[in-house]
C-alpha cells in the first residue's frame, strides 16, 4: 500500500527556485526508487530525476542536471525536488511516484525509465502544478 502525494508547486518567476516535497508511506524496505516526472499541457510526461533508495544514487535527465536536485531524508518519508534556474518551459504539472527495484537494476534502467517518462512503474502521487511566470 505504498502512496504518495508531491507538493509544493505554485507560481515562480523566472530564475527563481522551488522546493518540491513527496510525502511517501507504505515502503517496506529501502528498496524502491523513487522518480519524479512531470507533464505539461500538450506534451507527453517526461522524466526528471529519480532516486534508487538502496544506494541513494541519483539520475537526471540531461536537460534537468545541474539545475534539479532530487534527495531524501534519513526516514525514507519525504523525498525532495529543488529546482533552480527555472525556466518558463518548466511549466508543468509535477509528480512523484516509486517502483520497486532489483539489485541488478543498472545506471540503464534508470537513466531509461526517465526517457520513458516513467512508464510502467506501479505507484503514482498526485501531482502538483508549477507555473513559471512573470
Known amino acids: 500500500d505504498v502512496q504518495l502525494q508531491a507538493s509544493g508547486g505554485g507560481l515562480v518567476q523566472p530564475g527563481g527556485s522551488l522546493r518540491l516535497s513527496c510525502a511517501a508511506s507504505?515502503?517496506?524496505?529501502?528498496?524502491?526508487?523513487i522518480g519524479w516526472f512531470r507533464q505539461a499541457p500538450g506534451k507527453e510526461r517526461e522524466g526528471v530525476a529519480c532516486?534508487?533508495?538502496?544506494?541513494?544514487?541519483?539520475y537526471y535527465a540531461d536537460s534537468m542536471k545541474g539545475r534539479f536536485t532530487v534527495s531524501s531524508v534519513r526516514d525514507r518519508n519525504t523525498m525532495y525536488l529543488q529546482m533552480s534556474g527555472l525556466k518558463p518551459e518548466d511549466t508543468a504539472v509535477y509528480y512523484c511516484?516509486?517502483?520497486?527495484?532489483?539489485?541488478?537494476?543498472?545506471?540503464?534502467?534508470?537513466?531509461?525509465?526517465?526517457?520513458?517518462?516513467?512508464?510502467?512503474?506501479?505507484?503514482w502521487g498526485k501531482g502538483t502544478l508549477v507555473t513559471v511566470s512573470s
Open positions: 507504505g515502503f517496506t524496505s529501502d528498496d524502491y526508487a
Open positions: 511516484a516509486a517502483e520497486p527495484t532489483m539489485p541488478y537494476y543498472t545506471s540503464h534502467y534508470f537513466y531509461r525509465t526517465l526517457q520513458l517518462g516513467g512508464r510502467g512503474w506501479d505507484y
Open positions: 532516486i534508487n533508495l538502496r544506494d541513494d544514487s541519483t
